[in-house]
Every structure is written in structure tokens, then in C-alpha cells.
């Protein structure tokens, strides 16, 4: 279905589901950038959501790799398998569960991406730091001022460095009957950094 070794797979390739969230195609192709990923490495996708940065990270970690999804909405899970059989990926498993008390009996991570958490991204980094390896990146989605700023909190608490910031904010077209128009979606914040 997706032939390309560039990440970017258009959203509407991905089966959807009213109130499970998406990261955009956009969006996931900076976060996807920012976590510099290789073959063979273990990657954790907490709040995975339709299963968009899982797939994207699967191919590009491809079959030698694996990732770790993880959500605590069972629509999530149903809709991140369903995305996962349509791509023929084999690589990821998904799990259903509390990333606080999940994250525990995994193996280490060469990255974590951090995306929905229902309020806990802190304390979901802050127990992050003992599951990545050294030299390992951490890569997390925001909308909120306020979750960015308790995760800008903990990561100066914790063993982190090279910490980057980044605010997306996209547009993307749409025909109209007179013409084509721009249409914002909600900016995002993407905070990356290395385990050092």
C-alpha cells in the first residue's frame, strides 16, 4: 500500500474512528525526523492512537526492528490493529493498558514518541528516562501550553539534553465552489530530546 521509504503517508490512507486522534501527516513527518530513527531499533509509541506513527516508524525501522504501541482506549487499540493489517505490518504490537504502569515491563526503547496520555505526559517522560537507552530520543506531540510546559519541567530535571523545541502550525487546501482556500488545523509543539 505505501511503497516509498519516505514517511508522509497521506492521513486518508488511514482507516479512522470518531474520537480516536490521529497525528497528521504533517506533524508526523517532523516527528518522525526528529527521532532519527535506524533499522533494527525498539520503538515505543505511547498514546498510539489510529496507529499513524506506529506504522510510519515500523517501515523505517523495517522488519528488524520492532514498536511498542501502546493506548488505554480500546477503540485505539481495535483502530491501530485494523491500520496495521491494511499496511501489512508485522513488526508492532499493540498494547492495551496504562502506559504508567505498561512501560514498566518493557524492554529498553531506542525512542519513545509520547502522543495522547489523558494528562500524564510528565510523569510518562519522567518514567521514560529509565526505559531509553543512552543516546536514545524522546519525541513528544503537544497541543496544549500547559503540557509543554510541565514536560519542559521534567526534562530539565531529568538526563536529558539537546532538548528542541518546535511549533507546527499547518494549512492544508480545500476546493470550494468558487475557488481553492487555505484551512488551519491547530498548532502543535513537538519537544525532542536525547537521553544523555
Not at 514517511?7 to 516527528?31: L, M, S
Not at 533499522?39 to 528488524?64: K, L, M, P, R
Not at 494528562?119 to 543512552?134: H, Q, R
Amino acid at each position: 500500500m505505501w511503497n516509498y521509504k519516505t514517511p508522509g503517508i497521506p492521513d486518508e490512507y488511514f482507516e479512522r474512528a470518531e474520537k480516536v486522534p490521529i497525528t497528521k501527516e504533517e506533524v508526523r513527518t517532523i516527528q518522525l525526523s526528529k527521532a532519527r530513527l535506524n533499522v533494527g531499533q525498539t520503538v515505543y509509541d505511547i498514546g498510539c492512537g489510529s496507529g499513524s506513527i506506529s506504522i510510519e516508524a515500523a517501515f523505517q525501522i523495517e522488519s528488524s526492528g520492532k514498536v511498542l504501541a501502546i493506548d488505554y482506549d480500546q477503540n485505539a487499540v481495535e483502530l491501530t490493529k485494523k491500520n496495521l493489517k491494511k499496511f501489512n505490518i508485522s513488526n508492532v504490537s499493540v498494547i492495551f493498558g496504562n502506559a504508567k504502569e505498561k512501560i514498566l515491563d518493557l524492554e529498553e526503547a531506542d525512542v519513545i514518541f509520547i502522543g495522547g496520555t489523558g494528562g500524564d505526559t510528565a510523569e510518562i517522560v519522567k518514567l521514560s528516562e529509565n526505559k531509553l537507552k543512552t543516546g536514545g530520543r524522546i519525541v513528544i506531540g503537544t497541543i496544549l501550553i500547559e503540557t509543554l510546559y510541565s514536560v519542559l519541567q521534567i526534562l530539565d530535571k531529568l538526563n536529558f539534553n539537546s532538548v528542541d523545541i518546535t511549533q507546527v502550525t499547518i494549512s492544508k487546501s480545500r476546493k470550494t465552489t468558487t475557488g481553492t482556500m487555505m484551512l488551519a488545523r491547530n498548532p502543535v509543539t513537538i519537544i525532542s530530546a536525547t537521553k544523555a
